[in-house]
């Protein structure tokens, strides 16, 4: 289904937001943004009668345990123009879903379509007006934003320094360091705000059932939380300012110079192997060293530390890592992200890595370097949305388990992206939504693998490469294997069955693979891209 789409420059969307926003001449404080807003699109949306797609969000997907992303199609029934939302029937979905049959869904997430039933509608405005809702409250607006002082006029602070960090960073001028960083600022402001909104409501639900004490440890969590909200915002303004930015850049380049010299002079010295230890007796201490030893170069310069997220973040590129027993807290991969060892040395249950705090990354660990090995570890992915992210070069897990221990449907194992390569080996994929996603023209090599408790194996795009041996993929809620492809459908229906569905698609190799009692079947393609909508007579039964 074709909906409407709008490419603008820096200065067109400068001048309709300034219009929006300021057109009356008044200062607009932060306070005052969406009621500015509300009386804009009041005059402009239409208030019932249009069709849309609605783009479900990932939290909410998560409450309804459907696969994220998942697109249905809706028809509006009436905007509420003060809250910025509208009441949508759903009519459509994309997939064997059970959603309720209306829901209050924000204006933010809805596409309208080209195609209407009522061509009386000015739906090339309400389009154009959701676009430039979505612009703001995507790229402009800041989650920390409502909290700012009401004598400060928000639109000259804040509007053109915010576009144009957005565009700076589109056309890469600022560098794909800071953007990161700024992207994952934002992305954690925002999750950071939703779980406060959460535990806010929490509380006021305990205080109308007359609770006496309000749970310290909530009340505790809404207070960390807060504070670090305020850490991301004093953080912000000093990269939404480009004089600081460049500042901040020429620090950066030379830093990265001095450490490429550094490196260039220490080049004799080998690699170090670094042993994270979190405590016990000298004999469990000794006996783990022997353990490592056994698999270690006798060369290695080695160290011993309490703290694997300290120790990834001083360690070189190159550099081992051997992991003792114990829950070990990290954000990300540091200095091992290109290129490195992380191994545990004992039953790998015992030895699990997870997420650090309130950290809200896309996912646990993230690889681009062609020398990666991660072994005989746990990674468990918690609040995060993946466990691993392959993003460049080869990576290489070996026995490993990647689950979730508070499984939901969002929740994904290992996304292979775009031209990277995965190479798998007796693994364990437990616990998760979708337990290997690999995206157009990434690679996977996958070697005595299984699958448990699971809502889905393994998601394809179009020219993703597969090759699995000896890998049990039983026992699904969904299917083993998902293709969402174009290549290989004629028309828009969906296939579902066994393996002869994939006899003709050449980038998938299975060799002594088990496929066992699964939900749906063992194999489906869907279309890729294109919407495939089933209609829906009755709403409260969402089968196709």
């Not at 009386?120 to 703001?136: K, N, P």
């Not at 779980?195 to 509380?203: F, G, P, S, V, Y």
């Not at 450490?259 to 010295?269: A, F, L, Q, V």
């Not at 026995?399 to 929740?411: P, S």
Request: charged share 25%; net charge negative; aromatic share 6%.
């Amino acid at each position: 289904m074709e909906i409407y789409t709008f490419d603008k420059s820096l200065q067109e969307r400068l001048v309709e937001l300034t219009e929006i926003l300021s057109s009356r001449g008044e200062v607009v404080p932060a306070s005052q943004i969406q009621a500015e807003w509300s009386y804009h699109i009041e005059l402009v949306i239409e208030p019932v009668g249009w069709q849309a797609l609605w783009k479900i969000p990932r939290l909410v997907c998560e409450d309804f345990q459907i696969h994220y992303p998942t697109i249905v199609v809706v028809e509006i029934e009436q905007v509420d123009f003060s809250d910025l939302s509208a009441l949508v029937k759903i009519t459509a979905v994309q997939d064997e879903i059970h959603l309720p049959e209306k829901y209050d869904v924000p204006l933010i997430e809805l596409y309208p379509t080209h195609k209407q039933e009522n061509i009386a509608l000015d739906m090339v405005g309400t389009a154009s007006c959701i676009d430039q809702l979505r612009f703001f409250y995507n790229y402009v607006w800041m989650s920390w934003d409502i909290d700012d002082d009401d004598n400060t006029d928000w639109v000259s602070v804040h509007l053109e320094t915010r576009i144009r960090l957005f565009f700076d960073m589109k056309r890469g001028i600022v560098r794909r360091e800071t953007s990161d960083v700024i992207r994952g600022l934002v992305r954690e402001g925002r999750e950071i705000q939703q779980k406060i909104a959460r535990l806010e409501d929490t509380i006021s639900e305990e205080e109308e059932a007359h609770t006496d004490i309000v749970d310290g440890g909530t009340a505790c969590q809404l207070m960390k939380l807060h504070f670090r909200l305020q850490q991301i915002k004093r953080e912000m303004e000093v990269l939404e300012n480009p004089a600081m930015r460049e500042i901040l850049t020429k620090e950066q380049t030379s830093s990265l110079s001095d450490d490429k010299i550094k490196r260039r002079e220490n080049k004799e010295r080998s690699m170090e192997g670094h042993f994270i230890w979190l405590g016990g007796t000298l004999e469990e201490m000794k006996e783990a060293i022997n353990k490592a030893q056994t698999s270690l170069p006798t060369e290695l310069f080695f160290k011993i530390s309490g703290s694997l997220l300290e120790t990834l973040h001083t360690c070189d590129i190159g550099d081992i890592i051997i992991v003792g027993e114990g829950t070990h807290q990290i954000k990300g991969a540091g200095n091992l992200e290109e290129d490195g060892t992380i191994r545990g040395i004992n039953n790998l249950e015992q030895t699990v890595l997870t997420m650090k705090d309130t950290e809200t990354a896309p996912s646990l660990l993230d690889f681009s370097g062609n020398g990666v090995l991660l072994e005989n570890i746990t990674v468990d992915v918690g609040d995060l949305r993946a466990a691993v992210i392959v993003r460049g070069g080869t990576t290489k897990i070996v026995n490993c388990k990647i689950c979730a221990l508070n499984q939901t449907m969002v929740k994904l194992g290992i996304v292979v992206l775009p031209n990277a390569k995965l190479i798998v080996e007796n693994t364990l994929f437990d616990s998760l939504g979708t337990g290997l996603v690999v995206y157009n023209n990434g690679e996977v090599s996958m070697n005595n693998c299984s699958f448990k408790n699971c809502a889905e194996g393994i998601q394809l795009h179009d020219n993703a490469k597969l090759t699995a041996k000896d890998c049990f993929l039983g026992h699904f809620k969904e299917y083993a294997i998902r293709l969402e492809t174009q290549k290989h459908l004629s028309g828009s229906e969906s296939k579902c069955g066994s393996l002869e569905l994939l006899a003709n698609v050449p980038e998938i190799s299975l060799h002594d693979c088990k496929f066992e009692g699964n939900g749906k079947g063992d194999v489906t393609l869907k279309p890729g891209s294109t919407f495939v909508i089933s209609k829906q007579d009755k709403p409260t039964n969402m089968e196709t």
